[in-house]
């Protein structure tokens, strides 16, 4: 008897926008070209450890360019990820430009999420190393489920639900713990912790300069 080789679905590897694939979606996003780079807080700023607040007016002007702040500055910043808070903005809200494990991009924001993770029997935790742009320069491992769910709504009120894998499983539960008032530093040991910042100490002046030359780059 000859042995059956499964074949594996091929991946699609449209960028999902919201979720949901579309056909082309260029580099740099819309959000970002319109936005203006906002100044990314720093661990131990009080607006970084407190709950923040949950947004109750959708589809202002003032909600819409929040979001294109977030986005741009986040692209300065080189991140995959950016919460509210770390703009100084108590809002429960971030955007998010994320590949998954298999390279698939992800792009979009989310208000007011809630996450949802699987049962403790099913889930598997993953330790990677992970970093934060309000903890710059540093990096450490930090333990994540492999999957996740996210729930909340678009800037104009209609629902999302956001499903990650991966390195972008890992990105959701990292800005939405920032939306509770926690860091990644939080999940660390008090030893790890200590590294963390220090490694912070270190860098931190080299990264604030490849941000600036970055802000430049892309003018305004």
Do not use: W
Request: aromatic share 6%.
């Amino acid at each position: 008897m000859s042995v059956r080789h499964e074949r594996s679905r091929p991946v699609d590897r449209r960028v999902r926008l919201h979720g949901r694939p579309v056909d082309s979606y260029p580099a740099l996003p819309a959000e970002a070209e319109r936005g203006s780079v906002r100044r990314v807080t720093v661990v131990g700023e009080e607006v970084l450890g407190r709950r923040c607040r949950e947004v109750t007016a959708f589809g202002t002007p003032e909600l819409s360019a929040l979001i294109d702040d977030m986005f741009r500055t986040m692209y300065v910043a080189d991140g995959a990820g950016l919460a509210a808070n770390q703009v100084g903005v108590d809002l429960r809200l971030f955007v998010y430009d994320c590949p998954d494990d298999t390279g698939v991009r992800h792009v979009g924001h989310l208000i007011n999420p809630v996450l949802e993770l699987p049962d403790p029997g099913s889930r598997r935790l993953i330790d990677d190393f992970e970093g934060c742009l309000s903890v710059p320069g540093a990096t450490m491992a930090v333990p994540r489920t492999d999957r996740a769910v996210v729930r909340g709504f678009d800037k104009d009120g209609h629902p999302l639900v956001i499903e990650g894998t991966g390195y972008f499983a890992r990105c959701l539960q990292h800005e939405t713990d920032h939306l509770i008032g926690h860091t990644y530093l939080d999940r660390l040991s008090k030893r790890d912790r200590k590294d963390a910042l220090r490694q912070m100490e270190d860098r931190r002046e080299d990264v604030f300069a490849r941000r600036a030359i970055k802000a430049a780059g892309l003018g305004r």
